[in-house]
């Protein structure tokens, strides 16, 4: 039976590479290709696949948010990241959320498919890159990193919120209103994965955030 390995990329010409060099040198595998999220997401709803693979930013699309949004569906399913940026902060909270792999683009096949077809109990999988690079994936998306990095307001409002300030006096502090402050911690809960303030702590230390 052929392993259904569904691809979700709107690099038009990347999808169509990976999806040949897939089929070419895979193991009799159905590849399913989408440059859509919306259409990925309905064709994974009603269908169980073996293994998807998925960039961080679909037609403006949260990837993170795509795979977790079909949580159910993909219980079974082999999830591996393929993408322009290797930032650790994103390669931990893929790891985080469970899924398998975070490759980049400059992936061989060989390695891609050793991935493909290694069992899903396998720990967690990266060939992070060990010297700086920028490639055509990387410019084309170079907002994908800022969508997740902490941003410099964000670090003030943390550094408030580790002092004991409400969030009335850290918008007092910072010229800003609250309604905004209270935003901000929102999007660095959902970005860090956290809800409470001891884990704040943990991660500004582990992170050396104002060093």
């Known amino acids: 039976m052929k392993k259904e390995i569904v691809i979700c990329d709107d690099h038009i010409l990347f999808l169509s590479g990976i999806s040949e060099i897939l089929k070419k040198f895979g193991n009799n595998y159905n590849v399913i290709t989408f ?10 709803q009603e269908h169980n696949v073996a293994v998807f693979i998925c960039d961080l930013n679909i037609d403006n699309c949260d ?13 079974t399913t082999k999830i591996i990241i393929l993408t322009a940026y290797f930032e650790d902060f994103l390669i931990e909270k893929a790891r985080k959320l469970g899924f398998h792999a975070f490759m980049r683009k ?13 069992d899903i109990t ?12 920028d490639t055509f994936y990387k410019n084309k998306d170079k907002n994908v990193v800022q969508k997740f990095r902490i941003s410099k307001q964000e670090k003030e409002i943390i550094r408030g919120i580790i ?4 969030s009335k006096e850290i918008a007092q502090n910072l010229f800003i209103s ?6 901000h911690r929102k999007n660095i809960n959902k970005k860090l994965e956290i ?17």
């Open 35 to 44: 440059n859509d999220s919306n259409a990925c997401k309905k064709h994974l």
């Open 63 to 75: 990837g993170f948010a795509l795979i977790k949004e079909l949580k159910e569906e993909l219980k």
């Open 106 to 118: 400059e992936s061989t096949a060989k390695e891609l498919i050793s991935v493909i077809e290694s």
């Open 122 to 133: 396998t720990p967690f999988f990266t060939n992070k890159r060990t010297s700086n690079f």
């Open 163 to 166: 002092k004991g300030q409400t």
């Open 178 to 183: 609250k309604t905004t402050v209270d935003t």
């Open 195 to 211: 809800n409470n303030v001891s884990s704040l702590i943990k991660f500004a230390n582990e992170s050396n955030l104002f060093s």
